[in-house]
């Protein structure tokens, strides 16, 4: 069965508004998670590490105050894309490892977010 | 910024023939791993190959990796219809970021 889950699977939202997307870990603590987006047709992007407790890490070029991520518990990481636009419109995923430290990493089943 | 380059692109055979797709990186790595994903899905995670690691068997899966060239390689062998999915080779240089490949587009046809 499923050990990362996502929510909303998908989303559809006006230009301007606020989405917030899920990211749990179902039977183990997470306290690392990773966002990623990925355009049709193409791989996946890594946005962020999600850090349980601690400021998220982002990558180059990803904009931290447009994608707000907060990791408040040891299960639920939650990614904001503020003020959205049609060109946020993506695939987002998100992936944990199962234990600390571990190489082999659970993806969650990704958000479609649709930005009109 | 992605530093994994897969090929083909697209790969189409009939079912029962083999597929081997291939991956190419830049820097050096700790491990790199291989998904499928179904279109519109998430990923799933097929197999793992470590630095250390020259060649790897699971089930119908065999990855070979060569880190003088940088290269991997993903063969599937009795490919099935069911196998047609996008597979994206990931690379791990630590801390469990991930850098993804290009992918491809594998179409079994029945």
């Known amino acids: 069965g499923a050990v990362v889950s996502q929510h909303p699977s998908w989303v559809i939202c006006k230009s301007g508004t606020s989405v917030k997307i899920e990211c749990r870990s179902l039977?183990?603590?997470?306290?690392?998670m990773f966002w990623y987006r990925q355009f049709p047709k193409q791989s996946l992007m890594l946005m962020a590490t999600?850090?349980?407790?601690?400021?998220?890490?982002?990558e180059q070029g990803v904009e931290k105050d447009k994608f707000l991520i907060n990791h408040a518990s040891l299960t639920l990481s939650t990614l904001t894309v503020t003020s959205a636009h049609p060109e946020d419109s993506s695939f987002y995923i998100c992936?944990?490892?199962?234990?600390?430290?571990?190489?082999?990493?659970?993806f969650g089943p990704g958000t479609r977010l649709t930005v009109l | 910024s992605q530093q994994g380059e897969e090929d083909p692109q697209a790969l189409s055979i009939q079912e029962g023939e083999n597929a081997t797709m291939n991956c190419s990186y830049k820097t050096s790595i700790n491990n790199l791993q291989w998904y499928r994903q179904n279109s519109g899905r998430g990923l799933v995670h097929l197999i793992l190959i470590r630095s250390n690691e020259r060649e790897k068997h699971s089930g119908r899966l065999r990855v070979t990796l060569d880190t003088s060239k940088k290269s991997s390689s993903l063969l599937i062998t009795a490919s099935r219809a069911a196998d047609t999915a996008s597979y994206f080779c990931a690379t791990d240089s630590g801390g469990s970021r991930l850098t993804f490949g290009e992918g491809t587009q594998l179409t079994v046809n029945p």
């Open positions: 039977d183990f603590q997470a306290t690392t």
């Open positions: 999600s850090n349980e407790g601690s400021k998220a890490t982002y």
């Open positions: 992936s944990a490892p199962k234990r600390e430290g571990q190489d082999t990493q659970y």
